[in-house]
């Protein structure tokens, strides 16, 4: 456990310098950094745009019942990009007080729930 009290999984947190939500955790299993990620989910030119700015970038996934960030590589961004139909999402690392990624940077989530909820007036199924 990390001295801000980060582990493998992913929690919300706010920024102690900027206070906008990041999500933090560990990147690996040995040997991690503490990862502080944007929410947002990234598209291609998003993360081309989060590299070129020097960031790096993340994967956030499900492993088993919760989610863990992975720093992307030079092959995970050409053999996996950010809008492929995996189920992960692209995240940038977090910089205080830099301006959100809007429009075409964004990405929707690839947690979309497999099954819709029922609407609140509808009947009951039992």
């Known amino acids: 456990m990390a001295e801000s009290g980060a582990t493998r999984k992913v929690r919300p947190r706010r920024c102690n310098l900027c206070n906008a939500v990041i999500l933090l955790a560990l990147d690996g299993d040995i040997c991690a950094l503490e990862a502080r990620v944007d929410p947002t989910p990234l598209t291609e030119l998003g993360e081309a745009l989060a590299l070129l700015e020097g960031g790096r970038t993340y994967n956030l996934r499900r ?8 720093p992307r590589d030079s092959h995970q961004i050409t053999w996996a990009p950010a809008t492929s139909r ?32 029922p609407a609140a007036d509808a009947a009951p199924t039992f």
Not at 63 to 70: A, K, N, S, Y
């Open 63 to 70: 492993e088993g019942p919760r989610f863990v960030l992975d």
């Open 86 to 117: 995996t189920r992960m999402d692209v995240l940038r690392a977090h910089r205080c007080h830099a301006d959100p990624p809007a429009g075409a940077l964004v990405a929707p989530t690839s947690f979309v729930e497999a099954h819709p909820r």
